[in-house]
């Protein structure tokens, strides 16, 4: 099946799922440094899902940009969030 087959938000929603078995992997981390891995890989997860789903919704920008505008600007503000975008 070709990624123009499947629905429009296929990509960012496979990310969501890498992001929840990060999550699972947390809570059965053995290690500080095995619960530090899964944390990357949940918030690396995150921000592709952010960014798959800027590009899956191109198509319907005037709907989008208004809504996904406000939490675009969260993140460039918001202390903790700038932080964990650029570790």
């Known amino acids: 099946m070709s990624a123009q087959d499947k629905a429009p938000l296929y990509h960012a929603k496979r990310e969501l799922v890498a992001a929840q078995r990060a999550i699972e992997r947390m809570g059965q981390a053995s290690s500080l440094e095995d ?3 899964e944390w990357k890989a949940y918030l690396t997860a995150i921000e592709k899902c952010w960014i798959k789903v800027e ?3 191109q198509h319907i ?7 996904q505008g406000q939490y675009a600007n969260e993140r460039r503000k918001d202390p903790l969030l700038k ?5």
């Open 35 to 37: 619960l530090e891995d």
């Open 55 to 57: 590009r899956a919704c």
């Open 61 to 67: 920008r005037n709907k989008f940009q208004p809504w």
């Open 83 to 87: 932080y964990l975008l650029n570790p």
